[in-house]
């Protein structure tokens, strides 16, 4: 009676095992995107239920990993929004194709007064918050971000091996510092957007010389790079008069 209540656990294990496997992770897939017979390049896929992003080639080819209920969002320039749902044929099949179709847009003579308002969301192109990734982001989802709780995807035999690859080669670990350094380029390039030198001497009395080392300081500051994407100028400009102050003592004491 023991022997046999022993194997009836280990065949309770395995079982929810690999139910946990099936429901948990998700299985690679190759697809291409069309319109007729031309291939879409450079269109974006997000996974609604994972997060994960991807584009695709000039071929229209891309790659995910997905599982049977995820929903897939497709968009590009020029082609309508479409979502996808995963079915268990694409799963087991580890293909997909997707048909788009071209944006018809017919418009009346316009007086177009902001221009500034129209983008690829208001005529329709692009779905309304939906996130946009930038090339290094894309890049950081395509190779993915290994977690140890991926190997228990072996007992299903669906782990995804590229994630774990580019772990140990560091490629995921480059991309992560290259995604940060992208994000810092693009705080500076705005603070040159809304500050010029005079403000950063005649008003927050930093020296000439220390301004680029002061605009580092700044962007560290994980409050001020709130505000500043979410231009609040005004907040901005008021913790930056008090970050100026440090930064202008730790110049004089270095100076003494």
């Known amino acids: 009676m023991k022997t046999n209540s022993t194997f009836l656990l280990f065949l309770t294990f395995l079982s929810s095992q690999f139910i946990i496997g099936q429901t948990l992770y998700r299985k690679?897939?190759?697809?291409?995107?069309?319109?007729?017979?031309?291939?879409?390049?450079?269109?974006?896929?997000v996974n609604q239920n994972s997060k994960q992003a991807a584009v695709s080639d000039a071929n229209g080819v891309f790659s995910m990993e997905v599982r049977e209920g995820d929903v897939l969002l497709f968009s590009?320039?020029?082609?309508?929004?479409?979502?996808?749902?995963?079915?268990?044929n694409v799963v087991d099949q580890?293909?997909?194709?997707?048909?788009m179709e071209y944006v018809n847009i017919q418009l009346d003579e316009v007086v177009i007064q902001e221009a500034s308002k129209i983008s690829a969301e208001s005529i329709g192109v692009?779905?309304?918050g939906q996130k946009r990734y930038t090339q290094a982001e894309r890049h950081l989802q395509t190779a993915?971000?290994?977690?140890?709780?991926?190997l228990l995807g072996l007992l299903a035999g669906s782990m995804p091996l590229d994630p774990l690859i580019n772990k140990i080669n560091g490629r995921t670990k480059r991309l992560k510092k290259l995604v940060v350094l992208e994000s810092k380029?693009?705080?500076l390039e705005?603070?040159?957007?809304?500050?010029?030198?005079?403000?950063?001497?005649h008003t927050l009395k930093i020296p000439h010389d220390y301004i680029q080392g002061f605009k580092f300081y700044v962007i560290e500051n994980n409050t001020f790079v709130t505000y500043l994407k979410n231009n609040n100028l005004a907040m901005a400009k008021f913790l930056l008069i008090e970050l100026a102050a440090s930064y202008n003592m730790v110049i004089s004491c270095e100076n003494d």
């Open 190 to 201: 705005k603070m040159d957007e809304y500050f010029s030198n005079d403000f950063y001497t």
């Open 185 to 187: 380029i693009a705080v």
């Open 76 to 88: 590009a320039v020029n082609v309508m929004a479409i979502e996808v749902t995963v079915t268990k």
């Open 126 to 128: 692009i779905p309304y």
């Open 94 to 99: 580890g293909s997909v194709k997707v048909a």
């Open 144 to 150: 993915g971000d290994f977690k140890p709780i991926m």
């Open 28 to 45: 690679k897939v190759n697809g291409t995107i069309s319109v007729g017979l031309v291939p879409v390049s450079a269109a974006n896929i």
